[in-house]
């Protein structure tokens, strides 16, 4: 993705930044609890695993993917990270993908980084369709998704290994021409 300025989020807990090699064991040690470990398909054995993620603009081109980190406003700490893969600069679309801190959930943090990252994705990179997918049972996503005007499209079956066991997801989009919350 190409871009001349970073996503700008207006949330009064916490603020996009990019995502830094001392971020990696709090993203990591977050990613291992039980109740986030279940709804995504991240099988990462060590903070280490996480390290190409770290923001270089020396190795970033437009199809790279792109992951910022979610940092609490009053002391720069990782609670979540955001961002996109799947990028393809010659369809103009990416995949966005986020994750918080279980202690951060239902205060409208992946609305609002949502709403920001789509909006910036659609306006400042070019991009056309922002595509989503979501495993089956996490319904907390799909409420997210649903509330920044993504359109649910299907289920993939068997569309991603999850720790090595073919997992069914939804695909949503929001298009360029689709209004973001």
Known sequence: MHFTRLPNL??????LRPLEAS???DWY???RLPMVYEHTSWNVQAASEL????????????????RFAIALRSNNQL?????????????????LAYDIHPEFWGQGIATAVGAELVTWAH?????????????????????VLARL?????????????????PGNFYVYSHLATTTAV
């Not at 390290?51 to 792109?66: G, I, K, V």
């Not at 495993?135 to 996503?141: G, I, K, P, T, Y």
């Not at 005007?149 to 290994?161: C, I, K, M, P, Q």
């Open 10 to 15: 207006k949330h009064d807990l916490v603020c």
């Open 123 to 143: 306006t400042c990179t070019n991009t056309l369709r922002v595509q989503a997918t979501v495993l089956e049972a996490n319904e907390r996503s799909a409420r």
């Open 29 to 31: 040690d977050y990613l």
């Open 51 to 66: 390290a190409p993620y770290a923001w270089s603009a020396q190795e970033h081109l437009a199809s790279s993917p792109l």
């Open 23 to 25: 971020d990696m064991n």
């Open 149 to 165: 005007g993504f359109a649910r499209e299907g289920l993939l079956r068997s569309y991603r290994l999850v720790r090595g066991v």
């Open 79 to 95: 609670v979540g990270t955001a961002g996109f893969h799947t990028v393809s600069h010659i369809n103009r679309s990416a995949e």
